[in-house]
Protein backbone atom coordinates (compact mmCIF):
# COMPACT_ATOMS: atom_id res chain seq x y z
CA UNK A 1 0.00 0.00 0.00
CA UNK A 2 1.44 3.65 -0.43
CA UNK A 3 -1.03 5.87 1.30
CA UNK A 4 -0.97 9.56 1.77
CA UNK A 5 -2.26 11.39 5.36
CA UNK A 6 -3.69 14.15 5.58
CA UNK A 7 -5.43 16.94 7.20
CA UNK A 8 -6.09 20.31 9.01
CA UNK A 9 -3.33 20.71 11.51
CA UNK A 10 -4.00 18.72 15.14
CA UNK A 11 -6.32 16.55 13.91
CA UNK A 12 -4.22 13.36 14.36
CA UNK A 13 -2.68 12.47 11.23
CA UNK A 14 0.82 11.96 13.14
CA UNK A 15 -1.51 9.54 15.46
CA UNK A 16 -2.96 7.60 12.60
CA UNK A 17 0.37 7.46 11.17
CA UNK A 18 2.53 5.92 13.70
CA UNK A 19 -0.37 3.87 15.01
CA UNK A 20 -0.88 1.87 11.22
CA UNK A 21 2.84 1.92 10.77
CA UNK A 22 3.25 0.39 13.99
CA UNK A 23 0.79 -2.18 13.04
CA UNK A 24 1.48 -2.72 9.98
CA UNK A 25 5.20 -3.75 11.02
CA UNK A 26 3.78 -6.46 13.80
CA UNK A 27 2.12 -7.74 10.59
CA UNK A 28 5.31 -8.57 8.95
CA UNK A 29 5.01 -6.35 7.02
CA UNK A 30 8.16 -4.12 5.72
CA UNK A 31 6.79 -0.70 6.29
CA UNK A 32 8.25 3.15 5.40
CA UNK A 33 7.04 6.20 7.02
CA UNK A 34 7.71 9.48 5.42
CA UNK A 35 7.07 12.80 7.75
CA UNK A 36 6.53 15.84 5.35
CA UNK A 37 4.81 17.71 7.88
CA UNK A 38 6.06 21.40 8.19
CA UNK A 39 5.53 20.92 11.89
CA UNK A 40 7.54 16.99 11.99
CA UNK A 41 6.91 15.00 14.99
CA UNK A 42 6.35 11.42 13.70
CA UNK A 43 9.58 10.79 15.57
CA UNK A 44 8.79 11.58 18.52
CA UNK A 45 4.96 9.84 18.65
CA UNK A 46 6.78 7.00 17.32
CA UNK A 47 9.55 7.28 20.31
CA UNK A 48 12.53 7.68 18.83
CA UNK A 49 14.82 10.02 21.87
CA UNK A 50 15.13 13.70 21.04
CA UNK A 51 19.12 13.63 20.49
CA UNK A 52 17.96 10.45 17.91
CA UNK A 53 15.61 12.85 16.03
CA UNK A 54 17.05 13.25 12.49
CA UNK A 55 17.27 16.59 10.53
CA UNK A 56 14.63 16.90 7.97
CA UNK A 57 15.57 16.85 4.26
CA UNK A 58 14.58 19.68 3.31
CA UNK A 59 16.59 21.45 5.91
CA UNK A 60 19.87 20.18 4.66
CA UNK A 61 20.99 22.92 1.75
CA UNK A 62 24.33 21.54 1.11
CA UNK A 63 22.59 18.21 -0.46
CA UNK A 64 19.36 20.44 -2.15
CA UNK A 65 22.34 22.25 -3.51
CA UNK A 66 24.29 18.94 -4.44
CA UNK A 67 21.10 16.97 -6.38
CA UNK A 68 19.05 20.63 -7.58
CA UNK A 69 22.13 22.61 -8.91
CA UNK A 70 20.64 25.36 -7.05
CA UNK A 71 21.18 26.91 -3.96
CA UNK A 72 18.20 27.06 -1.57
CA UNK A 73 18.31 30.40 0.14
CA UNK A 74 18.46 32.13 -3.53
CA UNK A 75 15.57 33.13 -5.94
CA UNK A 76 15.48 32.97 -9.34
CA UNK A 77 17.84 30.53 -9.79
CA UNK A 78 17.36 27.43 -12.46
CA UNK A 79 17.25 24.33 -10.75
CA UNK A 80 16.93 20.34 -11.87
CA UNK A 81 13.55 19.17 -11.88
CA UNK A 82 14.17 15.54 -11.27
CA UNK A 83 17.03 15.32 -9.36
CA UNK A 84 18.74 12.30 -8.49
CA UNK A 85 17.42 10.61 -5.58
CA UNK A 86 16.71 7.06 -4.92
CA UNK A 87 20.26 6.42 -2.23
CA UNK A 88 19.11 9.18 -0.45
CA UNK A 89 15.90 6.77 1.46
CA UNK A 90 18.52 4.53 2.87
CA UNK A 91 20.58 6.94 3.78
CA UNK A 92 18.98 9.34 5.60
CA UNK A 93 16.11 7.19 6.53
CA UNK A 94 16.16 5.83 10.61
CA UNK A 95 15.23 2.61 11.90
CA UNK A 96 12.81 2.13 14.58
CA UNK A 97 11.67 -0.87 15.51
CA UNK A 98 11.43 -2.99 12.24
CA UNK A 99 10.18 -0.26 10.22
CA UNK A 100 12.00 2.94 8.80
CA UNK A 101 11.49 6.53 9.19
CA UNK A 102 11.95 9.54 6.55
CA UNK A 103 11.93 13.10 7.71
CA UNK A 104 11.15 14.97 4.60
CA UNK A 105 9.69 18.01 6.52
CA UNK A 106 7.64 20.68 4.57
CA UNK A 107 8.05 24.30 2.79
CA UNK A 108 6.57 26.89 4.49
CA UNK A 109 4.61 30.00 2.83
CA UNK A 110 2.14 29.84 0.20
CA UNK A 111 3.22 28.48 -3.62
CA UNK A 112 6.83 27.44 -2.57
CA UNK A 113 5.71 23.55 -2.93
CA UNK A 114 6.13 23.57 -6.40
CA UNK A 115 8.84 26.31 -7.36
CA UNK A 116 12.35 25.88 -5.52
CA UNK A 117 15.01 24.10 -4.64
CA UNK A 118 13.36 22.38 -2.12
CA UNK A 119 10.23 21.47 -3.76
CA UNK A 120 11.93 19.71 -6.63
CA UNK A 121 14.02 17.58 -4.17
CA UNK A 122 10.75 16.65 -2.85
CA UNK A 123 8.58 15.99 -5.41
CA UNK A 124 11.45 13.63 -6.92
CA UNK A 125 11.03 11.63 -3.36
CA UNK A 126 8.09 11.27 -3.35
CA UNK A 127 8.08 10.19 -6.61
CA UNK A 128 10.37 7.87 -6.43
CA UNK A 129 8.85 6.50 -3.01
CA UNK A 130 5.85 5.93 -4.50
CA UNK A 131 6.85 4.23 -8.07
CA UNK A 132 10.03 2.60 -7.56
CA UNK A 133 9.76 1.35 -3.23
CA UNK A 134 8.08 -1.85 -2.68
CA UNK A 135 7.35 -1.29 1.36
CA UNK A 136 4.17 -0.36 2.40
CA UNK A 137 4.55 3.42 2.29
CA UNK A 138 3.16 5.94 5.02
CA UNK A 139 2.59 9.47 4.34
CA UNK A 140 2.45 12.15 6.94
CA UNK A 141 1.97 15.35 5.57
CA UNK A 142 0.08 18.57 5.70
CA UNK A 143 -3.53 19.50 4.10
CA UNK A 144 -1.33 21.02 1.05
CA UNK A 145 -0.56 18.51 -1.31
CA UNK A 146 1.51 20.71 -3.58
CA UNK A 147 4.83 18.73 -3.46
CA UNK A 148 3.01 15.09 -3.89
CA UNK A 149 3.54 16.00 -7.86
CA UNK A 150 1.14 14.61 -11.08
CA UNK A 151 3.64 11.91 -11.31
CA UNK A 152 4.03 10.61 -7.69
CA UNK A 153 -0.14 9.93 -7.25
CA UNK A 154 0.16 7.28 -10.12
CA UNK A 155 1.46 5.55 -6.92
CA UNK A 156 -0.90 6.15 -4.25
CA UNK A 157 -3.47 3.86 -3.36
CA UNK A 158 -5.55 6.20 -1.30
CA UNK A 159 -5.55 9.71 0.12
CA UNK A 160 -6.81 9.28 3.87
CA UNK A 161 -7.91 12.87 5.92
CA UNK A 162 -8.29 12.40 9.13
CA UNK A 163 -10.79 14.76 10.60
CA UNK A 164 -12.59 15.48 13.95
CA UNK A 165 -15.79 16.75 14.82
CA UNK A 166 -16.42 20.60 13.95
CA UNK A 167 -16.99 22.58 10.07
CA UNK A 168 -13.59 24.10 9.86
CA UNK A 169 -11.92 19.96 9.58
CA UNK A 170 -14.72 19.16 7.22
CA UNK A 171 -14.05 21.86 5.56
CA UNK A 172 -10.47 21.19 5.00
CA UNK A 173 -11.19 17.40 4.21
CA UNK A 174 -13.26 18.98 0.90
CA UNK A 175 -10.21 21.11 0.26
CA UNK A 176 -7.91 18.36 0.42
CA UNK A 177 -10.12 15.96 -1.90
CA UNK A 178 -10.80 19.01 -4.77
CA UNK A 179 -6.71 19.52 -4.35
CA UNK A 180 -6.84 15.37 -4.58
CA UNK A 181 -8.95 15.33 -7.75
CA UNK A 182 -6.99 18.20 -9.61
CA UNK A 183 -3.48 16.26 -9.77
CA UNK A 184 -5.17 13.09 -10.63
CA UNK A 185 -5.72 11.31 -6.84
CA UNK A 186 -8.42 8.97 -7.14
CA UNK A 187 -9.12 7.27 -4.09
CA UNK A 188 -10.09 8.87 -0.58
CA UNK A 189 -11.16 8.14 2.84
CA UNK A 190 -11.83 9.21 6.12
CA UNK A 191 -11.01 8.59 9.77
CA UNK A 192 -12.53 10.43 12.26
CA UNK A 193 -10.61 11.07 15.42
CA UNK A 194 -11.73 12.52 18.99
CA UNK A 195 -15.30 11.70 19.12
CA UNK A 196 -17.23 12.68 22.04
CA UNK A 197 -20.36 11.79 21.25
CA UNK A 198 -21.67 8.75 19.50
CA UNK A 199 -23.87 11.34 17.59
CA UNK A 200 -20.91 12.96 15.97
CA UNK A 201 -20.06 9.94 14.03
CA UNK A 202 -23.54 10.12 11.66
CA UNK A 203 -23.23 14.22 11.23
CA UNK A 204 -19.72 13.93 10.52
CA UNK A 205 -20.13 11.13 7.53
CA UNK A 206 -23.11 12.86 6.25
CA UNK A 207 -20.84 16.17 6.20
CA UNK A 208 -17.77 14.12 4.19
CA UNK A 209 -16.97 15.26 0.71
CA UNK A 210 -18.66 12.78 -2.15
CA UNK A 211 -16.57 9.59 -2.50
CA UNK A 212 -14.68 9.53 1.09
CA UNK A 213 -16.03 7.08 2.72
CA UNK A 214 -15.46 7.04 6.55
CA UNK A 215 -13.04 3.88 7.39
CA UNK A 216 -13.65 4.24 11.23
CA UNK A 217 -13.87 6.59 14.58
CA UNK A 218 -11.25 6.93 17.77
CA UNK A 219 -12.80 8.82 20.58
CA UNK A 220 -11.56 11.41 22.53
CA UNK A 221 -7.91 9.85 24.33
CA UNK A 222 -6.76 12.50 27.02
CA UNK A 223 -3.93 10.09 27.34
CA UNK A 224 -3.13 10.47 23.69
CA UNK A 225 -3.05 14.14 23.98
CA UNK A 226 -0.94 14.41 27.10
CA UNK A 227 1.27 12.34 25.73
CA UNK A 228 1.58 14.55 22.51
CA UNK A 229 1.71 17.34 24.43
CA UNK A 230 4.92 15.53 26.37
CA UNK A 231 6.18 14.73 23.55
CA UNK A 232 6.77 11.29 24.04
CA UNK A 233 5.52 8.22 21.90
CA UNK A 234 1.87 7.96 21.93
CA UNK A 235 2.35 3.62 20.97
CA UNK A 236 0.82 1.50 23.82
CA UNK A 237 -1.03 4.55 25.59
CA UNK A 238 -4.46 3.96 24.41
CA UNK A 239 -5.51 0.41 23.74
CA UNK A 240 -9.04 1.20 22.68
CA UNK A 241 -7.60 3.91 19.99
CA UNK A 242 -5.19 1.28 18.79
CA UNK A 243 -7.78 -1.30 18.31
CA UNK A 244 -9.82 1.28 16.58
CA UNK A 245 -7.33 2.37 13.92
CA UNK A 246 -6.30 -1.63 13.59
CA UNK A 247 -10.29 -1.56 12.43
CA UNK A 248 -9.79 1.06 10.25
CA UNK A 249 -6.67 -0.17 8.39
CA UNK A 250 -8.82 -3.34 7.75
CA UNK A 251 -11.41 -1.89 5.93
CA UNK A 252 -9.19 0.47 3.89
CA UNK A 253 -7.43 -2.72 2.75
CA UNK A 254 -10.33 -4.68 2.26
CA UNK A 255 -11.80 -1.32 0.47
CA UNK A 256 -7.98 -1.39 -1.94
CA UNK A 257 -8.31 -5.14 -2.07
CA UNK A 258 -12.14 -5.44 -3.92
CA UNK A 259 -11.20 -2.67 -5.70
CA UNK A 260 -8.29 -4.70 -7.26
CA UNK A 261 -10.17 -7.32 -7.87
CA UNK A 262 -12.62 -5.36 -9.48
CA UNK A 263 -10.36 -4.22 -12.26
CA UNK A 264 -9.22 -7.95 -12.60
Known sequence: MKIAISGKGGVGKTTVTAIWGRTLADEGRDVFLVDADPDANL????????????????????????????????????????????DLPDAYSLAVDGLRLLVLGGIRGGGKGCACPQGALLKAMMRHLMLERREVLLVDMDAGLEFLGRASVMGIDALVVVVEPGKRSLETADAVARMGRQIGIKRFAAV???????????????????????????????????????????????????????????????????SAAAKT
Open 43 to 86: AAALGVAPGDLPAPLVSLKDLIKERTGADPDRVGQYFQLNPHVS
Open 192 to 258: LNKVTDPAQVETVRAGLPDGMELLGHVSYSAALQQADLDGRSILGVDAAAETALADAKRKLESLLAA
